[in-house]
């Protein structure tokens, strides 16, 4: 099976350490996995703004770029879904046919992390070890747009060492919602602190979650507070072993 990370922009720039945590993880499970140097936003910003239009060269060179690839593996649920519920809309604004019959033949072949762990390559346990207090915060588009369900918590369960903490208000957004956040300040921050109590009740070294994005927002929030807790993406802990723990790249 050829396949191919899918980072996303937000990675790329602000967590690159999230990508190689993946990298790692699928290659110690037995995965070649390539990383296409041409890609690029998937247009999910520009979507979400209004700007439909625009959005297309983006998804079209998502497309081209990740076209021959049997699998692509985004540590992003939000990406991810873009691609899988948006890109058919942006083939029917472009018009184009063709588009539109490429579009349908990559959406199904595009997975977030714990999608392609559980559904694909078929493992619960991926032989990781993370020794600390860990809560997890489900994001809002691997909930409801993607439906992964317990597929992250599956795995957080199977890793040694690691106390998974039921977290309260799970299903809550945190507040960030990409644009949303700086459009709708003080509703996105009066979310936020119902998130951060929730996080801070179950005792939770780690809040984790599939979003790098929403774990930068939760994070602000727990570090404006000094509250000691911090945030990881869930690829980071999966590629966590005892001989290699979290922060060794090999």
Known sequence: MRVALFLTCFNDTIFPDTGKAVVRL??????????PLAQTCCGQMHFNTGYQREAIPLARNFV???????????????CAGMVRHFYPRLAAVSGSASFADDVEAIRPRVYELSEFLIDVAKVEDVGAYFPHR???????????MLHVDDKPLRLLRNVRGLELLELGGAEECCGFGGTFA????ETSTAMLADKVRHVLDTGAEICAAGDNSCLMHIGGGLSRLRTGVGTLHLAEILASTESEPY???S
């Open 182 to 185: 700086l459009k709708n300040a």
């Open 64 to 78: 081209d770029v990740f076209g021959e690839y049997d699998a692509v593996v985004a540590p992003s649920g939000s």
């Open 134 to 144: 860990v809560t997890y915060h489900p994001t809002c588009h691997s909930l409801r």
């Open 26 to 35: 699928l290659e110690r499970l037995g995965h070649t996995v390539d990383f």
């Open 247 to 249: 922060g060794v790249v």
